[in-house]
């Protein structure tokens, strides 16, 4: 492949992906010649549009404008979420074309650079998107990609310089072992994605071969247990990196940070759950082992605001708190539940579930119904499927008989909005991967035109 410098021409096949769309900027901003195909437009594909990036929803060779693109001086560009039986994927692997997956670019844009790369099952997209912030509200001359939306920023790519980048090293398909990364952290390292790995060995070997990237170990914070060497990190227990004296203010996080030389105290930080204080523990790591002034510190992470369906009030009232989340693995759901129950430990809880993905649902069933039957009602809706096939016999209502709450059942999205507004829940809580974030917005409204606030 010839260096990115020398290309000219990229298209990208599935550009409105949360981490496509944000390579997609980046190299535009280069001035590469852009564009790309995606099955339906979004929020994301039409700011792509806006800043000059032509995109056509129709798997079709006939919508690709074949002369702004050659095979010797351009590169097409794919995420693995795209079908192996899409037509223009295929095309371009059939003609000889330079063709690399997303991870790939991401390794060529950031090879050059300081590279800060954050991997984990959980928590990547918001630990990422707080260092992310942090570096750039210290000066620093940073690049992020994020794989979702910065509240700060309303935005999934932050630009504030080249010498320093910050990426989502994701383990889905071993992507990450495609970067380069100078600093590192490991969030966790339970088991997932067990359509492409298998089981949880494979998983556990991927991340080692992850780790075994960094030069300096003393640049890989890993959370405190994971079997790996590098700087621990932890909240309210012994560590590297630790957090101390955790307290909650006005609704806040307030805490003293400890570092391998230094002790910060009464940082402060918005929020909610442990996991996110860990997180944001994490981030400050990698920003001190960066170089980042620790005197900016303080002040750019009391103004991090969080990322979009992370935790996300879409109403905040008296009578009423209506959450959305990405949470689609049983653990994120344990860590909700702990945010939840810390900033509201005597309201009732509502939580709208939407599984995601056959596979998952099949493997952790036993662990979904377990964290779902902590809230005092539960609303499955069906399946969302993304790249898969049925599997007999998985179906939410098989899961629903699984789950020891008494208050529960399968909706449709129809009813959705009516069923939310009819719960006597105080803090109802939308929680998925799939598209039950296209919902959410029906049910804030709804509930609000019913008169409830």
């Given at each position: 492949?010839k ?35 995606d ?15 032509d ?54 844009v950031?090879?050059?650079t ?30 992020v ?15 504030r ?33 067990l ?29 405190k ?22 307290r909650?203010?006005?609704?806040n ?18 929020l ?56 689609h ?30 596979s ?78 296209a ?15």
């Open positions: 492949m260096e990115l410098k020398d290309i000219q021409n990229i298209y990208f096949v599935g550009v409105g992906g949360i981490g496509m769309s944000a390579l997609a900027r980046y190299v535009n901003l280069l001035g590469k010649t852009v564009f790309g195909y099955k339906t437009p979004t929020k994301l594909t039409d700011k792509l549009i806006i800043e000059g990036i995109i056509t929803f129709i798997d079709a060779v006939s919508e690709i404008d074949l002369t702004r693109i050659d095979t010797t001086n351009s590169l097409v560009i794919y995420t693995p979420a795209i079908p192996e039986n899409n037509r223009i994927l295929r095309f371009f692997n059939a003609e000889n074309y330079t063709v690399l997956k997303r991870a790939e670019l991401l390794g060529e950031t090879k050059n300081l590279c800060l790369a954050v991997a984990g099952t959980h928590g990547k997209t918001t630990t990422s998107a707080i260092l992310g912030h942090i570096l750039a509200e210290c000066n620093m001359p940073v690049t990609f994020l794989g979702g939306i910065a509240e700060n920023y309303n935005s999934n790519f932050i630009s310089g080249t010498e320093i980048t910050v990426v989502e090293a994701d383990e889905f398909d071993r992507s990450f072992l495609h970067l380069s990364p100078d600093i590192a952290c490991i969030t966790s390292m339970d088991v997932d994605h359509d492409i790995y298998g089981n949880a060995e494979s998983i556990e070997r991927s991340f080692v071969e992850f780790a075994e990237l960094i030069q300096n170990r003393e640049n890989l914070l890993v959370k247990g994971l079997p790996l060497k590098g700087k621990s990190v932890a909240v309210n227990e012994s560590a590297d990196y630790e957090a101390q004296n955790v909650i203010e006005n609704g996080y307030v805490f003293d940070l400890k570092t391998p030389s230094d002790l910060i105290k009464d940082l402060q930080f918005s909610p759950g442990h996991h996110n204080l860990y997180n944001a523990v994490t981030a400050l790591g990698m920003a001190i082992s960066a170089g980042t002034p620790t005197p900016c510190l303080p002040k750019a992470l009391r103004s991090f605001r969080g990322v979009q369906r992370r935790f996300s009030y879409k109403i905040r009232q008296d009578d009423l708190v209506l959450i959305d989340d990405y949470a693995h049983p653990t994120e759901i344990d860590a909700l539940y702990q945010a939840v129950s810390e900033m509201y430990p005597d309201d009732g809880k509502l939580i709208v579930f939407q599984p995601h993905l056959y998952r649902t099949k493997y952790f069933a036993d662990g979904f119904a377990e964290s779902l039957s902590q809230f005092d009602e539960v609303l499955l809706l069906e399946i969302y499927p993304a790249r898969e096939e049925p599997i007999d016999g998985v179906t939410s209502q098989w899961l629903c008989d699984k789950i020891s709450a008494k208050n529960k059942k399968v909706i449709s999205k129809a009813i959705l909005p009516k069923s939310v507004q009819k719960s006597k829940c105080k803090i109802k809580l939308m929680v998925g991967a799939g598209d039950i974030g919902e959410v917005d029906k049910v804030t409204k709804y509930v609000q035109d019913e008169g409830y606030i």
